[in-house]
């Protein structure tokens, strides 16, 4: 009888366990209804909570729903195109979602809002004045996941896949002591940086020794201990875009416009202006849409130990009619400065230094970040740039560029916010670390339900190549 008993108890906890753990698996493709293309970056995601993802560059996604929430409004929405809703028990996985062009009437806007700013200048500023009541004031956490990926124009050279737990203060707390990331899990980690390592390991030694007076091309990778390598590649990947710097620092644009010297703080018209370009429509609200251009000074981020300044700014921002808030940002540094387009051109293959997207999803009247895409070229000691080039062939030297420029692209898809004041302060009881290359067990059973990005048909077929290969730390 006791035997009878402790068996039904386990087989009741499976039972739970197994009801609590289960999910509805969405997976289809986004298509414009007119062209045909596929719509990168649309959000696909439950009505009134935080569960979703973003398509990529092929238009597919896939989302994993709990069985609770089957009966809850799937909401797939691009900012120009009008929404596709569906219950998530009705969603039909075997067809394209297509969706159709919607925009509203500048003109119409513009009359009718008499009292409304009307440039892009007045618009940009309204919206700054208003992020104390669109982004949240009290502590939260998000979860998420991040994609860091560096490649040239031919292969990737690593990739790391990482859940991670972000968490805030509040907008109005300074980002440096009261935000911070934890790495949860690892889920990929290759990492098979061989000729640039070299180069980054004599920088290393050479911004941490007194004493260092060695040339890259010296080094040999045989007399390198692997973890004296792995420790110079942290280091570099920390100040040029390691986490806490791209959530602390200043192209974490809207969050952090509050500290000093902020890209979109109170002197942003100097080195920006803003012109209005049309009226768009998202999921049934009118935004704006505003063309970032240059002001009359230059644009610098003043990184420690990196020559960072010279740049000017390109790109747009969406921001709701209603409410001001920044729905969405697209933002490039560019090389403008005679210095810096030199430096650029030279040692970077590109004048396109710092490529940032950042959306925002709205949860009980709050902006949460829901997408993250950061792209910077990468400076390596990689391809022949010595005199005898020139006798090399065009292909040959072709083939040199394509393996000479690297860039590094960091990918993050928020899901959940979690606003539980006990949770959030035992998750304050635990260490944070928001070093993505420490080694952990695969935890097989924490990726089956966790969303993630979906890759596209190009980095499946790249991941592909770069899993054959051996990594630095199976060494």
């Known amino acids: 009888m006791i035997r009878f008993v402790k068996e039904l108890f386990f087989l009741i906890i499976l039972i739970s366990f197994t009801q609590a753990s289960a999910q509805t698996e969405l997976k289809s493709k986004v298509v414009d209804f007119m062209n045909y293309q596929p719509i990168e970056s649309a959000s696909i995601y439950l009505e009134n909570t935080t569960i979703g993802t973003v398509s990529n560059a092929d238009g597919n996604f896939i989302l994993n729903v709990p069985e609770s929430k089957v ?11 009008k929404s596709f809703r569906s219950a998530v028990k009705d969603f039909d996985a075997s067809m394209d979602v297509f969706l159709e062009e919607d925009m509203a009437s500048l003109d119409e806007v513009i009359l009718i809002a008499e009292t409304r700013p ?22 939260y956490l998000q979860k998420g996941f991040l994609r860091h990926k560096e490649r040239n124009k031919k292969e990737y050279k690593w990739l790391i896949e990482s859940a991670l737990t972000l968490y805030d203060s509040s907008y109005a707390s300074g980002a440096s002591d009261n935000l911070k990331i934890n790495v949860d899990e690892n889920r990929k980690s290759y990492d098979l940086r061989e000729v640039d390592s070299l ?39 920390e100040r040029v875009n390691g986490l806490s710097g791209l959530f602390k620092g200043r192209l974490n644009l809207v969050r952090n416009s509050n500290l000093s010297k902020a890209l979109l703080g109170e002197n942003m018209l100097k080195g920006h202006q803003f012109r209005l370009d049309t009226v768009l429509v998202d999921n049934g609200r009118k935004l704006y849409k505003i063309e970032i251009t240059k002001g009359d000074d230059y644009v610098g981020l003043n990184t420690k130990q990196i020559y960072n300044e010279g740049f000017e700014p390109h790109g747009w921002l969406y921001i709701y009619w209603d409410t001001y808030a920044i729905k969405k940002i697209e933002y490039d540094l560019v090389a403008a400065s005679d210095k810096q387009k030199r430096r650029s051109k030279s040692l970077l293959g590109t004048l396109n230094n710092h490529k940032l997207v950042i959306t925002y999803t709205e949860y009980q009247g709050k902006m949460y970040p829901n997408y993250l895409y950061y792209e910077t070229p990468k400076l390596v000691n990689a391809g022949d740039r010595s005199s005898d080039r020139l006798t090399k062939t065009e292909a040959e030297r072709k083939k040199e560029r394509e393996e000479q420029f690297y860039y590094t692209v960091q990918e993050i898809l928020f899901t959940e916010v979690i606003q539980d004041p006990e949770a959030i302060a035992e998750a304050l009881q635990k260490p944070w670390s928001d070093d993505i290359f420490v080694q952990r067990p695969y935890n097989k059973e924490f ?18 190549d770069l899993s054959k290969r051996a990594t630095l730390y199976k060494e």
Do not use: C, H
């Open 199 to 237: 180069f980054v390991y004599s920088s290393y030694l050479r911004n941490t020794s007194s004493n260092f007076v060695m040339k890259s091309k010296e080094l040999r990778r045989d007399t390198i201990e692997t973890s004296s390598l792995t420790k110079a590649i942290k280091w570099n990947d």
């Open 118 to 139: 009307k440039t892009g200048n007045d618009i940009v500023l309204r919206a700054i004045e208003e992020l104390p009541d669109n982004l949240p004031e009290q502590p």
């Open 447 to 464: 990726w089956k339900n966790y969303n993630v990005l979906l890759e596209s048909e190009e980095e499946e077929k790249l991941i592909q």
């Open 71 to 81: 009966n809850d409004t799937l909401v797939i929405s691009s900012i120009g195109y």
